[in-house]
């Protein structure tokens, strides 16, 4: 499982923690919530990486997938953001 840790970030700057493994990407705004995915998909043979981004970067990640790799499932399980797959 690899862990990636991103630059500094200001204080006030959201967290996104982003948890990749097969063909599906979940998406988080607790480390907690995050890890628990990672685990389940360990437990599935899945491989996954974790990453922690600021939301801007998640936003530029998130329109990559769709336009490069629009075959991801990508979940979004923010309580901030609407529910589902993205």
């Given amino acids: 499982m690899a862990h990636r840790t991103p ?3 200001p204080a006030d700057e959201a967290r996104v923690y982003v948890v990749a ?11 907690d919530e995050a890890g628990i995915m ?3 998909m360990t437990g ?3 491989e996954p990486d974790t990453l922690c981004l600021t939301e ?3 936003e530029q990640a998130h329109a990559m997938l769709r336009s490069q ?3 991801i499932t990508v979940t979004d399980a923010r309580p901030t953001h609407e529910a589902g797959t993205a």
Avoid: K
């Avoid at 493994?21 to 480390?31: I, L, N, R, T």
């Fill in 7 to 9: 630059p500094p970030r």
């Fill in 21 to 31: 493994g097969g063909d599906m990407v979940a998406v988080f705004d607790s480390a």
């Fill in 38 to 40: 990672s685990v389940t």
């Fill in 44 to 46: 599935a043979n899945l």
């Fill in 56 to 58: 801007a970067q998640w």
């Fill in 69 to 71: 790799l629009p075959h």
